[in-house]
């Protein structure tokens, strides 16, 4: 399986973004997916993930009340909607699949290319 992330650039503080995450070769529909971001000098920091139900998701504190996870698994693709957005969001974005839905990198053993999103004040 190969995971095509897209959907970032520049935006304002408070302005919106949605992420997509699309999902080729062998795909695994019934996958946890998640999403992680990293800033400059920092390291990988989980952002969401949700099982292919949607029925247990998780969020990071910092991005709870303001983002949102979905899939279309028709389409194989992964969605990151993301509103309110501060400074403090700005980071390449990456999508991830694996076997469980976890917080944390180590869960995931299929990467995509990261998408970057910039939020200007």
């Known amino acids: 399986v190969q995971l095509q992330a897209s959907g970032g650039g520049l935006v304002q503080a408070g302005g919106s973004l949605r992420l997509s995450c699309v999902a080729s070769g062998r795909t695994y529909r019934r996958a946890p997916m998640a999403w992680f971001r990293q800033a400059p000098g920092k390291d990988r920091e989980f952002v969401a993930a949700?099982?292919?139900?949607?029925?247990?998701?998780y969020y990071s504190d910092s991005v709870k009340g303001r983002f949102v996870i979905s899939r279309d698994i028709a389409k194989d693709t992964t969605y990151l909607r993301m509103n309110s957005l501060k400074p403090e969001d700005t980071a390449v974005y990456y999508c991830?699949?694996?076997?469980?839905?976890?917080?944390?990198?180590?869960?995931?053993?299929?990467w995509g290319q990261g998408t970057q999103v910039t939020v200007s004040s």
């Open positions: 991830a699949t694996g076997q469980f839905t976890a917080r944390y990198p180590n869960a995931y053993d299929v």
């Open positions: 949700s099982d292919w139900q949607e029925e247990n998701v």
